[in-house]
């Protein structure tokens, strides 16, 4: 509790297991629409705590299958959300619009819920629902597996919880019992906005996590071997090591992770991160920060894959043929060879 206390001066309010109540969704019918990596977990999960939830899948496909494995009776889509109080969209991004326009929009009653694990299709208007629906978001910040895992293992990861339309007065509060359901109030709960959600998650992707990250591996790996230096070698150092340092970033902070490593990486870290993460870089970083702000993205993803999503194929083949990944493939098959069995 203390510690709780402590972080609340940091954060804000963080709502915990005393402040979220599933008795405000026992008696609804839940429908999951998608049994991808977050689809999975949140079915697994809710139907563990004892709630009423349907699965309502588009196809019976590989999806289907794993969960006819898993114990869960899949249903169409269009059974699934007939009859339910609540619809969960955990398909992809792209993929809500067409579902909620063809299987959702029609069935769609006064009092009804749609609930988000990311803001994208709210914040930027693909999917505009009537004001007499509530909308709100549960967002875990971990992928589905860990979701599920963390639940299973009798904790949870942190949620942000966001309520764009509030037709009951009750809509941060169910918010927070599908939080709850989730296991995240083992964890802690914030309290966001669909845009804030939304815009912070796609700068985190693209500034660093996918889009930075990414460029500055390859980068670094091809920097050494244009100096001479073996595949294999640039490999191991620019590229594989990387888990490792993460690995204690989450566990310990950037301090932390920087008081684990020897006294000659501390230094040369940082003395040389802020030469190459130069205010150059950082500007161009603030270019496409503003870029995802002002909506430009949206709307270039959104023609992108309307357009059949060719750009997005052709960057993935380069990947995929790139000398990192030709080499990686073969000193991955290596130290996963190492690691002992869970």
């Known amino acids: 509790m203390n510690g709780v206390k402590k972080l609340n001066k940091v954060l804000g309010k963080v709502y915990t297991e005393n402040d979220a109540d599933l008795s405000y969704l026992k008696d609804k019918k839940i429908a999951i629409l998608g049994y991808g990596s977050q689809g999975r977990a949140w079915t697994l999960n809710l139907i563990d705590s004892g709630l009423d939830v349907r699965l309502g899948l588009e196809r019976e496909g590989n999806s289907w299958h794993r969960a006819m494995d898993d114990g869960v009776k899949p249903m169409k889509t269009e059974d699934a959300v007939k009859d339910a109080d609540i619809v969960i969209f955990l398909v992809p991004d792209m993929v809500q619009r067409k579902i909620y326009n063809e299987r959702v929009k029609p069935v769609l009653r006064k009092g009804m819920d749609l609930v988000f694990a990311h803001g994208f299709n709210i914040h930027y208007k693909l999917i505009q629902p009537p004001d007499y629906v509530d909308v709100y978001m549960a967002a875990p910040k971990a992928p589905g597996p860990s979701v599920r895992e963390f639940f299973v293992k009798g904790g949870g990861v942190p949620v942000l919880v966001s309520v764009a339309n509030n037709y009951s007065g009750k809509a941060l509060e169910k918010a927070l019992a599908i939080a709850k359901g989730l296991g995240a109030t083992k964890a802690g709960v914030l309290e966001t906005t669909f845009r804030e959600e939304t815009e912070t998650d796609l700068m985190g992707e693209q500034l660093d996590l996918v889009g930075g990250l990414t460029e500055m591996l390859r980068s670094t790996f091809h920097t050494i071997v244009d100096l001479g230096y073996r595949p294999e070698m640039a490999y191991f150092e620019a590229i594989n090591e990387m ?50 702000k002002s909506g430009k993205f949206a709307d ?43």
Do not use: C, F
């Open 300 to 342: 270039e993803w959104i023609e992108e894959y309307d357009e059949g999503s060719k750009h997005l194929e052709a960057l993935m083949a380069d990947l995929d043929n790139s000398l990192e990944e030709q080499v990686g493939k073969e000193l991955r098959e290596i130290v996963l060879r190492g690691q002992p069995e869970k």
């Open 243 to 292: 888990k490792l340092i993460t690995d204690q970033i989450y566990e310990k902070g950037l301090s932390g992770m920087l008081r684990a490593v020897s006294d000659t990486a501390k230094y040369g870290g940082l003395t040389v991160g802020k030469y190459v993460i130069n205010d150059d870089v950082r500007k161009r970083m603030r270019e496409k920060a503003e870029r995802i």
